[in-house]
């Protein structure tokens, strides 16, 4: 099978290229990227004005199956996944069961190989069941493939047993995606603390127990050496907090989601339970500071935390309605428009927080288009001009605070192993 992509943009964060190339795939390899390729091919894509980027990889993706097929499924997830761009995806393990031993990686899997159309790579629980008590059987979860450990929905309270964790981390070397909220602090808030939760009588989210989790384990991770990875930044002290952690050389990097540069808590106030999420939505000077840090190379990816809820869960009152968001198929257009179009970022640097760099967290070779190199690649219009319906995601949840938002930039194709599994014009007859 051989696919040739014309006159695109090519922009590959890990050489630095960006440049118009035409690109040959052939039998799921790139097999030439040069100005001209006159070879036959048995599909041209016609990629002129477009950018053509390494597929996508994204960290923090919540698949809901097993236990939660209501909300998604890896093979949804994977199509939701494939639409937004991205090529392969780390999914969360608070499920049911929990992803936390060997069967349940098994049966993750086993239906991503069967169901989804992206590369699927799940991550194991720290502790049993999620609980923060029992260490998982870290090792015999590492050895039939999980890319990562996690309590994500939970943080590890005891600080001994996440040093434990961690020590496990490091010797297997596989990173630890860390969720930093203090149960302590927490007293039960729905929504950030600060002007807005008072005015509508909330109970407030401070922004403590986010900064008091992320401290403590930049201090655990100078102590093990293990790769700790900082999930969902949405403080300002958080991104401070992070760039003192590399400056003492700790082996640390962090995460934004869109909805965090994006939105604050002043966005809270219709009560759309969709502006509902882990960690909230904050203040602009939260947001100001989030913008900083992913310029100044501080915060290494952007990650969706796409929260697929089901509409009956996302109905009840603001306060008993489930936290999360989807996020995988308004990523590139909420990145070009919040931080390319406004100057922010270049869309090199914009790339590179979605391809090499968490590629390098997981140390595997993707992320980078390269002769030789699976074909994962992500073809993107991003001057196009729209608004998100999310009645058009593919994901089985609509609950998005996007909806009818006009933004810039549109992903057109997914190639996948030199395969195209998503195509905008054809797949959305
Ligand atoms: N982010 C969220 O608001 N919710 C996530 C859990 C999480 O990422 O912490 C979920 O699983 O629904
Ligand atoms: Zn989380
Ligand atoms: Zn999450």
């Not at 996944?81 to 060997?102: H, L, S, V």
């Not at 990173?175 to 509508?200: I, Q, R, W, Y």
């Not at 608004?387 to 810039?408: E, M, T, Y």
């Amino acid at each position: 099978m051989k696919l040739l992509i014309k006159s695109g943009r090519v922009i590959n964060p890990s050489t630095g290229l960006d440049e118009i190339k035409d690109i040959l795939l052939i039998d799921g390899l790139v097999a030439k990227i040069e100005d001209e390729i006159l070879d036959e091919a048995d599909k041209i894509i016609d990629a002129m004005d477009f950018w053509v980027t390494p597929g996508l990889i994204d960290l923090h993706v919540h698949l809901r199956e097993p236990g939660f097929e209501h909300k998604e499924t890896i093979e949804t997830g994977s199509r939701s996944a494939a639409k937004g761009g991205f090529t392969t995806i780390c999914c969360m393990p608070n499920t049911n069961p929990a992803i936390d031993c060997k069967d349940v990686v098994d049966f993750v899997k086993s239906r991503a190989r069967e169901k989804a159309i992206v590369n699927v790579l799940p991550i194991g629980s720290i502790t049993k069941g999620l609980k923060g008590e029992e260490l998982a059987n870290i090792d015999e979860m590492v050895k039939i493939g999980i890319c990562a450990i996690s309590d994500d929905g939970r943080t590890v309270q005891n600080s001994d047993s996440m040093r434990q964790g961690m020590k496990i981390a490091k010797d297997l070397n596989i990173p630890v995606f860390s969720h930093c909220e203090d149960e302590t602090l927490l007293c039960g808030g729905v929504m950030n603390s600060g002007a807005v939760s008072k005015e509508l009588g909330m109970d407030g989210i401070l922004s403590e127990v986010e900064n008091v989790i992320i401290a403590r384990d930049i201090v655990l991770t100078k102590g093990t050496g293990a790769k700790l990875h900082i999930c969902h930044i949405s403080t300002s002290l958080g991104v401070d907090l992070l760039r003192f952690g590399k400056s003492i050389g700790a082996n640390v990097t962090g995460e934004v989601c869109p909805h965090h540069f994006t939105l604050t808590d002043k966005d809270v106030s219709s009560l759309d339970t969709n502006m509902k999420m882990n960690p909230p939505l904050r203040g602009q000077d939260d947001v100001e500071a989030i913008k900083m840090g992913l310029k100044d190379g501080t915060i290494d990816v952007i990650a969706t935390d796409h929260a697929p809820h089901h509409k009956d869960e996302k109905s009840l009152s603001f306060s008993n309605a489930p936290f999360g968001i989807v996020g995988l198929e308004t990523a590139i257009p909420l990145g070009i428009t919040e931080l390319v179009k406004e100057g922010w970022l270049t869309p090199m640097e914009l790339i590179e927080k979605f391809t090499i760099n968490p590629a390098k967290i997981l140390d595997i070779d993707k992320g980078d288009i390269g002769v030789g190199k699976i074909a994962d690649i992500t073809i993107i219009n991003p001057s196009v001009e729209y608004k998100i319906d999310v009645k058009g995601f593919a994901s089985k949840s609509k609950n998005s605070p996007f909806h009818n938002r006009l933004v810039n930039g549109r992903v057109e194709y997914t190639i996948v192993n030199g395969e195209v599994v998503y195509d905008r014009i054809k797949d959305n007859k």
